[in-house]
């Protein structure tokens, strides 16, 4: 059997033709990674070398397609060195997916880098780690990032290698674990409306020392390179209330019925009475009197010019949601509460303006309850006449509230679609396309812009993340619907506890990234004060991370949780009003057990957070204490 090789650079590639395994191997560290066997239908023909390429077609039975590829060695691009590039393409048409490149091969104590959200550090060989074995590298739900990622800690020096993907717009990323038990992740390729396309491209980043942050900095390197690093100082200079988003909390304050008018059969929809305003507005002013200086006023009700004006002149950022992706059909009109029929302005874009799939039919989007109990599918806008829709919306609104930002759910959140209908036909990357478009028409008007979860093709696009920090895999269930639940004790999901929560498991990879570019915050229904015994967790990560606390709850419990909600701002806010123009420069362990974390900024701050109960002695003998439930000793250190 012949191994096809190319050496070059300092690096060494390579392809088995029998079992369709890629190798890569830094030359001077001697560190390498070696895929698995490709699938048993896939079988590799024609391989040669040409042009320090090694050239290959790969055919598959099951799809019946053939595929051109190429594997060769590139310089370098800025802030890299060089790496390995895998060029798939092919003129055929297929469905399901194609499945190459194969899995590399993990070794037991190799550790996983999934950007989840802000980022997991899953040990391969942890029989406790869990998570969705197929995610969509489309949506920001699923993976933030178009990477995933592999640290091996060759003496300790953790060596590593990313797999980053040019276009994720028809990928998805499968994590499954071996017959030993170990996690192994691969990509599969989605047709584009039935043909392979464009081509497919493969980056392979290695590194022989550096760990978390050699990896994120070479793909921070290679996105900037594309274009996609655009930092929140270039975009304040188009939206200047950009300075007023930065440490500053985001808080939703909802009136005691809100949830219920929105999901009860029974619930009436009744104007907001003078009283309710009033009363939002002391609130605020009591937040500001209390030290609460940087506040991101979040609004879902229709409120008055008034109330707004009055925040506004707190010198809070106000902004007010919106939604360019669900409509209610009009045959189930008659089952939503009054509430859902007023805030559902799309109405009037059904059937027309609809996401229609290959045979014709509706896609669904949320589902909402109807007045007779029942759950029921809204559909799926298509992204092309939203465009036209926030067009014809936002200056009106703009002009009659006086909000500095908008946040415009589900856009990053939700994955990619592809529409047939004749009138407003799109593949998954026109879908990208103009769900960009919509985010920039909102800075374009001079709005700070925010938008549900996040994927990084649209940093330029927008200026803050509700979700970035609560990757929906781990949060209460049905979170969307319960935005001001409260668990304590026995109540407050495993998930949360073992994942969300757990220090061990959790990374910020997307900081070490984008921590300059976007604003991240934890999700409405998975708050700060979600899981009140908690709280302290989310503000050592708070300040950790670099990233403002997020407060979602109803009036009534402003009274019940008002000192532990301005005690956390004033933990967590600090950070993240200091850093929020700066990259994050690094993170690292500072004990075996993982639980004592730290970051630095390019400001020159540094950050320690002992996750630990039991104080830790740092080499220099500065103490950092520990924390527990109750008393928050704050381990939040600027080092010289």
């Given at each position: 059997?012949?191994?096809?090789?190319?050496?070059?650079y300092?690096?060494?590639?390579?392809l088995?033709p029998?079992?369709?395994?890629?190798?890569?191997?830094?030359?001077?560290?001697?560190?390498h990674?070696?895929?698995?066997?490709?699938?048993?239908n896939?079988?590799?023909?024609?391989?040669?070398?040409?042009?320090d390429?090694?050239c290959?077609?790969?055919?598959?039975?099951?799809?019946?397609?053939?595929?051109?590829?190429?594997f060769?060695?590139?310089?370098?691009?800025?802030?890299?060195?060089?790496?390995?590039?895998?060029?798939?393409?092919?003129?055929?048409?297929?469905n399901?997916?194609?499945?190459?490149?194969?899995?590399?091969?993990?070794?037991?104590?190799?550790?996983?880098?999934?950007?989840?959200?802000?980022?997991?550090a899953?040990?391969?060989?942890?029989?406790?780690?869990?998570?969705?074995?197929?995610?969509?590298?489309?949506?920001?739900?699923?993976?933030?990032?178009?990477?995933?990622g592999?640290?091996?800690?060759?003496?300790?020096n953790?060596?590593?290698?990313?797999?980053?993907?040019?276009?994720?717009?028809?990928?998805?990323?499968?994590?499954?674990?071996?017959?030993?038990?170990?996690?192994?992740?691969?990509?599969s390729?989605?047709?584009?409306?039935?043909?392979?396309?464009?081509?497919?491209?493969?980056?392979f980043f290695?590194g022989?020392?550096?760990?978390?942050?050699?990896?994120?900095?070479?793909?921070?390197?290679?996105?900037?390179?594309r274009?996609?690093?655009?930092?929140?100082?270039?975009?304040?200079?188009?939206?200047?209330?950009?300075?007023k988003?930065?440490g500053?909390?985001?808080?939703?304050?909802?009136?005691?019925?809100?949830?219920?008018?929105?999901?009860?059969?029974?619930?009436?929809d009744?104007?907001?009475?003078?009283?309710?305003?009033?009363?939002?507005?002391?609130?605020?002013?009591?937040?500001?009197?209390k030290?609460?200086?940087?506040?991101l006023?979040?609004e879902?009700?229709?409120?008055?010019?008034?109330?707004?004006?009055?925040?506004?002149?707190l010198?809070?950022?106000?902004?007010?949601?919106?939604?360019?992706?669900?409509?209610?059909?009009?045959?189930?009109e008659?089952?939503?509460?009054?509430?859902?029929?007023?805030?559902c302005?799309?109405?009037?874009?059904?059937?027309?303006?609809?996401?229609?799939?290959?045979?014709?039919?509706?896609?669904?989007?949320?589902?909402?309850?109807g007045?007779?109990?029942?759950?029921?599918?809204?559909?799926?806008?298509?992204?092309?006449?939203a465009?036209?829709?926030?067009?014809e919306?936002?200056?009106?609104?703009?002009?009659?509230?006086?909000?500095?930002?908008?946040?415009?759910?589900?856009v990053?959140?939700t994955?990619?679609?592809?529409?047939?209908?004749?009138?407003?036909?799109?593949?998954?990357?026109?879908s990208?396309?103009?769900?960009?478009?919509?985010?920039?028409?909102?800075?374009?008007?001079?709005?700070?812009?925010?938008?549900?979860?996040?994927?990084?093709?649209?940093?330029?696009?927008f200026?803050?993340?509700?979700?970035?920090?609560?990757?929906?895999y781990y949060?209460?269930?049905?979170?969307?619907?319960?935005?001001?639940?409260?668990y304590?004790?026995?109540?407050?999901?495993?998930?949360?506890?073992k994942?969300?929560?757990?220090?061990?498991?959790?990374?910020?990879?997307?900081?070490?990234?984008?921590?300059?570019?976007?604003?991240?915050?934890?999700?409405?229904?998975?708050?700060?004060?979600?899981?009140?015994?908690?709280?302290h967790?989310?503000?050592?990560?708070?300040?950790?991370?670099?990233?403002?606390?997020?407060?979602?709850?109803?009036?009534?419990?402003?009274?019940?949780?008002?000192?532990?909600?301005?005690?956390?701002?004033?933990?967590?806010?600090?950070?993240?009003?200091?850093?929020?123009?700066?990259?994050?420069?690094?993170?690292?362990?500072?004990?075996?057990?993982?639980?004592?974390?730290?970051?630095?900024?390019a400001?020159?701050t540094?950050?320690?957070?002992?996750?630990?109960?039991?104080?830790?002695?740092?080499?220099?003998?500065?103490?950092?204490?520990?924390m527990?439930?109750?008393?928050?000793?704050?381990?939040v250190?600027?080092?010289?």
């Open positions: 059997m012949h191994i096809y090789e190319i050496e070059k300092g690096l060494l590639i390579s088995n029998e079992t369709g395994a890629l190798a890569i191997k830094d030359v001077k560290s001697g560190l990674f070696t895929q698995n066997n490709m699938n048993q896939y079988r590799i023909a024609n391989a040669n070398v040409f042009d390429k090694i290959f077609d790969i055919t598959c039975s099951d799809i019946n397609i053939c595929v051109n590829a190429s060769e060695i590139q310089r370098r691009i800025q802030g890299c060195g060089p790496y390995a590039e895998l060029i798939l393409s092919s003129e055929e048409k297929f399901g997916s194609f499945l190459y490149p194969p899995s590399f091969d993990a070794k037991s104590g190799d550790i996983g880098l999934f950007p989840l959200g802000e980022g997991f899953f040990p391969v060989d942890d029989p406790d780690v869990e998570i969705r074995p197929v995610r969509n590298m489309f949506s920001g739900s699923d993976n933030s990032m178009n990477f995933w592999i640290l091996r800690r060759i003496k300790e953790e060596g590593w290698i990313v797999c980053a993907v040019e276009n994720g717009n028809d990928a998805q990323v499968l994590t499954q674990r071996g017959e030993d038990g170990l996690l192994r992740t691969s990509i390729w989605l047709p584009q409306k039935g043909e392979f396309g464009y081509r497919r491209i493969i980056r290695i022989d020392k550096g760990g978390i942050t050699a990896a994120c900095k070479a793909y921070r390197n290679y996105r900037k390179d274009g996609y690093v655009v930092t929140l100082k270039e975009k304040a200079k188009k939206v200047p209330n950009i300075y988003l930065i500053a909390a985001d808080v939703w304050l909802w009136n005691n019925d809100a949830m219920y008018r929105l999901y009860n059969k029974d619930a009436k009744e104007s907001r009475p003078k009283e309710l305003l009033e009363l939002r507005c002391s609130i605020a002013a009591e937040m500001k009197a030290g609460m200086e940087k506040v006023w979040s879902f009700e229709d409120v008055n010019k008034d109330t707004i004006s009055y925040i506004n002149n010198g809070f950022l106000t902004t007010c949601y919106d939604n360019f992706k669900d409509v209610i059909p009009k045959p189930i008659h089952l939503m509460t009054p509430t859902r029929r007023k805030r302005r799309r109405i009037k874009n059904w059937p027309d303006d609809i996401i229609t799939d290959e045979n014709g039919y509706y896609v669904n989007a949320w589902m909402i309850m007045v007779d109990g029942n759950m029921y599918h809204q559909h799926a806008l298509c992204d092309i006449p465009v036209k829709c926030i067009m919306d936002l200056p009106e609104i703009m002009k009659k509230k006086g909000y500095s930002g908008r946040f415009l759910d589900v990053l959140a994955a990619l679609s592809e529409c047939y209908h004749p009138m407003h036909s799109m593949t998954r990357s026109d990208m396309y103009y769900r960009k478009v919509l985010l920039k028409y909102v800075n374009d008007a001079g709005l700070v812009c925010g938008t549900e979860m996040g994927h990084e093709d649209a940093v330029p696009d200026n803050y993340s509700e979700g970035i920090m609560s990757p929906p949060r209460a269930y049905d979170s969307g619907r319960r935005m001001t639940t409260l304590y004790g026995d109540d407050v999901p495993e998930k949360i506890k994942f969300m929560l757990n220090p061990k498991y959790r990374v910020p990879l997307w900081e070490l990234v984008y921590h300059d570019c976007i604003v991240s915050y934890w999700y409405w229904g998975d708050s700060s004060m979600s899981c009140p015994e908690y709280a967790v989310r503000d050592l990560f708070n300040s950790l991370y670099g990233t403002p606390p997020l407060y979602s709850f109803d009036i009534s419990t402003w009274e019940i949780l008002k000192d532990q909600i301005v005690d956390s701002y004033k933990r967590a806010s600090y950070v993240a009003q200091k850093t929020g123009y700066y990259e994050m420069l690094s993170f690292e362990y500072l004990s075996e057990d993982k639980l004592v974390q730290k970051t630095v900024f400001d020159g540094a950050v320690i957070a002992n996750f630990g109960e039991e104080a830790f002695t740092l080499d220099d003998g500065t103490v950092v204490p520990g527990d439930k109750v008393v928050i000793n704050v381990p250190n600027e080092l010289g």
